[in-house]
């Protein structure tokens, strides 16, 4: 009888560790960016920010009485290497959400795996309108689209001195550049100013004079320029070697200008940029206490200051899909889907919740960030 009281009590000893280690165990989420190739920089600064909140959030209990645990894969600044992390991280990690993947090529080459295996995507910085428009219900984005960036320009476009008369595009020839370029210049004419030529430039390409001499014999008054932060400063040291006299203006928020500052130098004066996290000045965000804590976070790891106008997008993109965890109860994917539509987080880039894009019935949820634009004067940003 001893015996067997004591395999009985062995037994029920054995099912709750089980059952404590499965409790314990951490919820896994994917993340994959570009951290090497073209737009490496971007891509490592976003993948810090989420590192960061995942600290964060793990300090604080993390959810569902678990850790969390990113699961961080390099999609080597390639559509196809971004469609493998994502198979990879679903197929083989078993992670039931995902947060990717920079770019609007890589993230729309990823759309269609989430489908077939049903996981939902948080996508932190892609701005094509394609994204949240073509039907795939497991698609959540926190970054404007290029449209609603436009429009928000627009709105700003009476506060130009000298105004804007006519104007030139230099874009990345990829989703991201071109979808830019072309909401950018719709608005534009809407609003009667006189469009110019468009220039386009491969992903990795590191001489732009051609390009810059067509621009300059164009004869506009400013030239908007979208690209990664590598290309960005390429663009402001050829265009200054070639005195092009245009207004530069950078779209897409990736411009990093801290770090324009620091390799372009003096080209960069002048130049403005479109943002949506203005760190230099916490106090004018929206969620003013959020921002300086996740400032006061980056500055801990001793990581570059430039990288803060791209690692918010981590923070605030791993911050929502815990919340989505949270209200779903449970870390699966259709339940985290179903979550994301009711969350509402206070990010570093003011609130963020959903609202619906794309065909009815198969909806992709678009959040609607706020934009600022900076310029740099005297190798310094000034407030906007």
Known sequence: MLRKSSTILALGLAAFAAGDAAAQEAIKIGVTQPLTGAVAASGNYVANGARIAEEAINRQGGVLGRKIQLIVEDNKSNPKEAVATAEKLIVRDKVPVLMGAWSSTYTLAIMPKLIEYGVPMLVETSSSGKITTSGNPWIFRISPTSEMEAQVFGGKLGEFKPPIKKVDFLAVNNDFGRGASDEFRKMLDGKKVTIGITELMAPDATDLSAQLAKIKQSGGDTLFVTSGVEQITLVLKQAAEQRLAHRIITTGGSSSPDQLIAQAGAA?????????????????????????????????????????????????????????????????????????????????????????????????????????????????????
Do not use: C
């Open 268 to 384: 960069a004066n002048g130049s403005q940029h479109i943002l949506f996290f203005a760190p230099w000045f916490p106090e004018m965000a929206p969620n003013a206490d959020i921002a300086r804590t996740f400032v006061a976070e980056w500055k801990k790891k001793n990581y570059e200051f430039a990288g803060l106008t791209e690692g918010f997008r981590g923070w605030d993109g791993i911050h929502t899909i815990v919340e989505a965890i949270k209200i779903a109860g449970k870390a699966e994917p259709k339940a985290i889907q179903a979550a994301l539509w009711k969350t509402k987080v206070k990010g570093v880039n003011g609130n963020i919740a959903f609202i619906k894009h794309g065909p009815a019935g198969q909806e992709s949820g678009q959040s609607v960030p706020n934009v600022y634009i900076v310029q740099i004067k005297g190798g310094k940003v000034a407030k906007p």
